[in-house]
């Protein structure tokens, strides 16, 4: 089972864990158009691998091995991030069924669930949370 754990609670970990990583697993758009969390502060730089490939969206068959190819261990605390903690989540699963045993969704995502306007990033996740983010 995979824990979920608040952005500020991750980010304490980030800071605390020289063995802890986040990766976003969202995709290039994503990260281009929307951001991405800014770790500069902890000496850290968040771990781009998508879970699924845009546009088509099939989940990428190469996740594991990439995550193998930057250079994860089990010894690692993944702290895995999407936009709401649904894809997060699908990849942190596989990253444990994968042999890391230390891993974690970051609850709410980077962008959180929608307000009552239907628009993201306020009421919950990273972004609502107030920690650091830049665009790309």
Same mark, same amino acid.
């Given at each position: 089972?995979?824990?979920?754990?608040?952005?500020?609670?991750? /980010?304490?970990?980030? %800071?605390?864990?020289?063995?802890?990583?986040?990766?976003?697993?969202? +995709?290039?758009?994503?990260?281009?158009?929307?951001?991405?969390?800014?770790?500069?502060?902890?000496?850290?730089?968040?771990?781009?691998?998508? /879970?699924?490939?845009?546009? +088509?969206m099939q989940r990428n068959a190469g996740f594991e091995d990439q995550l193998k190819k930057v250079g994860f261990?089990?010894?690692?605390?993944?702290?895995?991030?999407?936009?709401?903690?649904?894809?997060?989540?699908?990849?942190?699963?596989?990253?444990?069924?994968?042999?890391f045993p230390n891993v974690y969704n970051i609850a709410d995502g980077f962008e959180g669930p929608v307000d009552?306007?239907?628009?993201?990033?306020?009421?919950?996740? /990273? %972004?609502?949370?107030?920690?650091? /983010?830049?665009?790309?």
């Amino acid at each position: 089972m995979v824990e979920n754990v608040p952005p500020v609670k991750t /980010w304490e970990a980030l %800071k605390a864990d020289p063995q802890a990583q986040l990766v976003d697993v969202r +995709t290039d758009v994503e990260w281009n158009f929307v951001g991405v969390p800014d770790l500069a502060a902890l000496a850290k730089q968040a771990v781009l691998i998508p /879970w699924q490939v845009y546009p +088509t969206m099939q989940r990428n068959a190469g996740f594991e091995d990439q995550l193998k190819k930057v250079g994860f261990t089990p010894e690692h605390h993944i702290y895995f991030l999407c936009r709401s903690g649904v894809r997060s989540l699908a990849a942190a699963e596989a990253a444990q069924a994968a042999g890391f045993p230390n891993v974690y969704n970051i609850a709410d995502g980077f962008e959180g669930p929608v307000d009552a306007e239907g628009h993201r990033g306020a009421v919950a996740g /990273w %972004k609502a949370e107030g920690l650091p /983010w830049r665009q790309r």
